[in-house]
């Protein structure tokens, strides 16, 4: 394991951590402009890999609509790449800096601004191409199926979506490191007091961490391939069952997407792949368990995109049964949902 | 400078950053609960350090308010300390799984829940103490205003507040580190396009960061002593002068508070004590100056806690004039703002 650990337990905060950043929107209501689109820029890996593939993707004299433009840097670089007429489209207050940036930049008469939710646009134009960089914890998300909804609506016959495939990945994952600082609330006392209540709302969270391939006890599998234009992004339905490889504790699965953004180029969030700002997703078992190697992990996994409940736009569900070699029964199933996570009276 | 550095311009994420997190509320909407809560929590110097205070105020029988309760933990502190009665004001949805938590300790009886803002909230009887950890940034913050309020209307004479007073203090720094991330938006071309546009919202940003005190150019100053029951701790306003003691480049200011909680207990969040989830604060410099020992940096700071702009519960002010030793003008003025980040059309 090459990863840090924030700390297993109630663990104090550290000068080693990055020693600068933009202060939360509580103080200067600032967050959702520069510290956002800051954190997102500062993604060389992310930015180019979409720069890339716009510039594979965009025909000169083509119309594009960026959608969630941001701080434009998409936008623009649909312009460079010969677009004719860029909408951009963005709810928040940052559009109007990044009017002035488009403008700075030469591209004032290209780009057309809409300050406005996406759902509530109507464009003047078919559309040639949908660009978005709409990527969600684990790949598809709730700005994905705002893409999809737009395309129906506004993309011309023939015309493309950037990214045009996303791909969800899952391996059963070793990590101490990762399950102790979930598992932290009901071992010990913390400053005295009883606080193991708040364990069943940990265990049912999902954390985004940074894995190490050779936290994997068995091989990953591939639990979708949806096409954005063609199939269902709104939620991913997958049973699928893994064979540990080696004998240890398992403490939960590391998920993961790989996308095709389109003219042959994809940006993984894998282990094994250059950091991005998405590092993986840990789903925690709702307790450690010694695995033998044959063991077969069956995994019922759901991911929903789109709100069911107000003030949380979906969820997670992980259900496992652990079946040890030779047995006939499962000799362990948790059924988990980040749907327990919500805090209840009783 | 011991400080690690996030990047100095747009850099990659990095494995080396603390390995697991609590997702943001986009994804599951638990972020108010846990990941803030869990994040106040991992602070023990933050957390016992309130709990030491609270052992040392708090008198067998007495009637106590925790204002902005979240996990309960100082609310059941003042139950273990003798109160007779905790009323427990959080106006988030924590409020519900902290119920069960206080419940499970045994404490059920003693603490009474208001699922309210404290503003709409009116006590059944006269109060011997309000409790709240209410500091922001640098110590003042619109949390604090909310507790002198309630004591104003709650609290029966000779009643205590905690914390009973806090000072800010700053000092003249210089960090490249810090000064780089600022100002890298005018700095060549990030992916080839010009965001010179974005730099004077990010100069005019406040910082959350880690100094060292080496980086200081002069011996800090105290800005504000205010005591809460007394003073107006609304807006901090104070002209202060600082003389440079050695030659270097000037890179902004570092801006931290030092809490007198009660019972002789002190918290500071200075450079020299142990690090808490305050850090310090950066006020960036427009531009970085080259300043000779003998230097007069005459700085005009404001710190407004409550809200002049929806969003935005207030804002800080630093304007800075330098004047070089045997000068009689300033070479440079400076005059910076929270209110300048606001992004703006032109």
Same mark, same amino acid.
């Given at each position: 394991?090459?990863?840090?650990?924030?700390?297993?337990?109630?663990?104090?905060?550290?000068?080693?951590?990055?020693?600068?950043?933009?202060?939360?929107?509580?103080?200067?209501?600032?967050?959702?402009?520069?510290?956002?689109?800051?954190?997102?820029?500062?993604?060389?890996?992310?930015?180019?890999?979409?720069?890339?593939?716009?510039?594979?993707?965009?025909?000169?004299?083509?119309?594009?609509?960026?959608?969630?433009?941001?701080?434009?840097?998409?936008?623009?670089?649909?312009?460079?790449?010969?677009?004719?007429?860029?909408?951009?489209?963005?709810?928040?207050?940052?559009?109007?800096?990044?009017?002035?940036?488009?403008?700075?930049?030469?591209?004032?008469?290209?780009?057309?601004?809409?300050?406005?939710?996406?759902?509530?646009?109507?464009?003047?134009?078919?559309?040639?191409?949908?660009?978005?960089?709409?990527?969600?914890?684990?790949?598809?998300?709730?700005?994905?199926?705002? +893409?999809?909804?737009?395309?129906? &609506? *506004?993309?011309?016959?023939? %015309?493309?979506?950037?990214?045009?495939? $996303? #791909? !969800?990945?899952?391996?059963?994952?070793?990590?101490?490191?990762?399950?102790?600082?979930?598992?932290?609330?009901?071992?010990?006392?913390?400053?005295?007091?009883?606080?193991?209540?708040?364990?069943?709302?940990?265990?049912?969270?999902?954390?985004?961490?940074?894995?190490?391939?050779?936290?994997?006890?068995?091989?990953?599998?591939?639990?979708?391939?949806?096409?954005?234009?063609?199939?269902?992004?709104?939620?991913?339905?997958?049973? +699928?069952?893994?064979?540990?490889? &080696? *004998?240890?504790?398992?403490? %939960?699965?590391?998920?993961?997407?790989? $996308? #095709? !953004?389109?003219?042959?180029?994809?940006?993984?969030?894998?282990?094994?792949?250059?950091?991005?700002?998405?590092?993986?997703?840990?789903?925690?078992?709702?307790?450690?368990?010694?695995?033998?190697?044959?063991?077969?992990?069956?995994?019922?996994?759901?991911?929903?995109?789109?709100?069911?409940?107000?003030?949380?736009?979906?969820?997670?569900?992980?259900?496992?049964?652990?079946?040890?070699?030779?047995?006939?029964?499962?000799?362990? +199933?948790?059924?988990?949902?980040?749907?327990?996570?919500?805090?209840?009276?009783?």
């Amino acid at each position: 394991m090459r990863v840090a650990a924030q700390g297993t337990s109630l663990a104090n905060p550290s000068r080693a951590e990055p020693s600068i950043q933009y202060v939360p929107v509580a103080m200067t209501g600032q967050q959702s402009l520069m510290a956002f689109h800051r954190h997102l820029l500062d993604d060389t890996v992310r930015t180019e890999t979409f720069i890339r593939a716009i510039e594979a993707v965009v025909k000169p004299g083509d119309v594009v609509v960026d959608l969630g433009t941001g701080s434009g840097i998409l936008a623009m670089a649909c312009c460079r790449a010969g677009a004719r007429r860029v909408y951009a489209i963005e709810a928040n207050e940052i559009i109007r800096a990044t009017k002035r940036v488009v403008e700075a930049n030469g591209m004032g008469d290209t780009v057309v601004f809409i300050h406005k939710e996406s759902s509530r646009v109507t464009l003047p134009e078919p559309v040639d191409l949908i660009v978005s960089e709409c990527l969600g914890l684990m790949g598809p998300g709730d700005m994905m199926m705002s +893409v999809v909804e737009l395309a129906r &609506r *506004s993309l011309r016959e023939g %015309g493309r979506i950037l990214p045009e495939r $996303v #791909e !969800l990945f899952i391996a059963p994952v070793e990590s101490s490191l990762h399950s102790d600082y979930v598992n932290s609330w009901n071992r010990g006392r913390p400053y005295g007091f009883d606080m193991s209540i708040y364990q069943e709302i940990a265990s049912n969270n999902v954390y985004v961490a940074w894995f190490d391939p050779e936290s994997f006890l068995a091989p990953q599998q591939r639990i979708a391939s949806l096409r954005l234009l063609d199939d269902d992004v709104s939620k991913v339905e997958k049973q +699928v069952g893994f064979r540990v490889e &080696r *004998s240890g504790q398992l403490h %939960g699965f590391c998920g993961w997407f790989e $996308v #095709e !953004l389109g003219g042959g180029v994809r940006l993984n969030s894998s282990p094994s792949d250059p950091a991005t700002i998405w590092k993986q997703v840990f789903l925690p078992l709702e307790q450690p368990v010694h695995v033998e190697a044959g063991t077969e992990v069956r995994l019922d996994f759901g991911l929903v995109t789109t709100g069911v409940i107000p003030n949380m736009p979906g969820y997670f569900r992980w259900e496992t049964a652990l079946i040890p070699p030779g047995a006939a029964a499962p000799s362990h +199933v948790f059924k988990q949902s980040s749907l327990k996570s919500i805090p209840r009276a009783r």
